[in-house]
């Protein structure tokens, strides 16, 4: 696949979706394709299928068109699956994915199992929106395309900082800079902005995180009485594992939270010598090297030993 243009001849319906839960660069990345196909292409009927998106991102352009049910029944003539490794991970959008006529997944994870008819899958690129961007073409980039792509960049790098930064990474955020976009207060509005709420669920997070394996390895839990008592939910936990990452001397992070149903959503962050991203797929999930997810059962204390026994293994 060379670019998106080239996939869309003969199509008059469009689905984009991305996985559950979504994070920056899913929100970036599906809300720019859609622009794009809204700008570039007006005979289509472009249709954007989301989980409600975290308040953060509700300004970037054609997020208040975000479709969230999926109970009717449509077949599409494209689907374009983005940011997600697995069908599994796409909700309740998988079903218009099964029966689409044409379906294309767009994705950097490592974990992706290429569940698509054309599969555009760079583990090495930073981030999705880093794909679409080339998908769409430097030259179809409007200024909300822009914000979007920047936005996800952003996220999946942590503001530049992870080793998926490339060169040209910063060649392309350098490039959508350049088109006006407000770039530092996307990163401040985004990424480092936090409610009181969030700054004392994470104060508890690491006033209660422990050292494991001779202090190489730190984790935390956050339960749902500790969310009620703070009255967060668990899209305010963003960048709780990363601080617990930064710990000197810690090599690997662990953060759980419990879920409703009593499971555990586990994020796991690396420093260079633990592969998370194997680590998550012997627990059913995916993602990178360094940054994976996966869901556990059983308590805190028994999924942190077995967590802790894997990452001994590397």
Do not use: W
């Not at 069908?87 to 992706?112: E, M, P």
């Not at 080339?134 to 996220?155: F, K, M, N, R, S």
């Amino acid at each position: 696949m060379k670019n998106f243009a080239s996939e869309l001849a003969g199509a008059k319906t469009v689905a984009v979706a991305g996985h559950i839960r979504p994070d920056g660069d899913c929100v970036g990345s599906c809300l720019a394709t859609y622009q794009f196909l809204k700008v570039r292409f007006p005979e289509i009927e472009a249709t954007l299928y989301l989980e409600p998106i975290p308040n953060i991102f509700k300004f970037l352009t054609g997020a208040e068109e975000i479709v969230h049910s999926c109970e009717e029944d449509k077949v599409y003539d494209v689907f374009i699956a983005q940011d997600c490794g697995d069908l599994g991970r796409l909700g309740g959008a998988a079903k218009y994915f099964q029966t689409a006529k044409k379906t294309i997944c767009v994705d950097h994870h490592i974990s992706n199992d290429q569940f698509a008819d054309e599969n555009y899958i760079f583990p090495e690129a930073s981030s999705t929106s880093e794909l679409v961007y080339g998908l769409i073409g430097e030259d179809q980039i409007t200024p909300e395309i822009a914000e979007c792509i920047y936005v996800g960049i952003v996220h999946d790098t942590g503001v530049f900082q992870y080793s998926c930064t490339s060169a040209k990474t910063m060649e392309i955020a350098g490039k959508l800079m350049d088109m006006g976009i407000d770039f530092t207060g996307i990163v401040d509005r985004t990424f480092y902005a936090k409610t009181f709420a969030q700054n004392q669920i994470m104060g508890k997070a690491l006033l209660s995180s422990r050292l494991f394996a001779d202090g190489t390895i730190i984790a935390s839990v956050v339960t749902m009485e500790d969310m009620r008592q703070y009255q967060v939910m668990p899209r305010h936990l963003d960048g709780i594992v990363n601080q617990l990452r930064v710990t000197k001397g810690v090599e690997a992070a662990v953060f759980l939270y419990e879920t409703e149903d009593g499971s555990y959503k586990v994020s796991a962050r690396s420093n260079g010598r633990i592969n998370v991203a194997e680590l998550a797929m012997a627990f059913g999930g995916g993602g990178h090297v360094r940054a994976a997810g996966f869901s556990m059962e059983g308590t805190p204390e028994e999924i942190i030993k077995r967590i802790v026994a894997e990452m001994e293994k590397q």
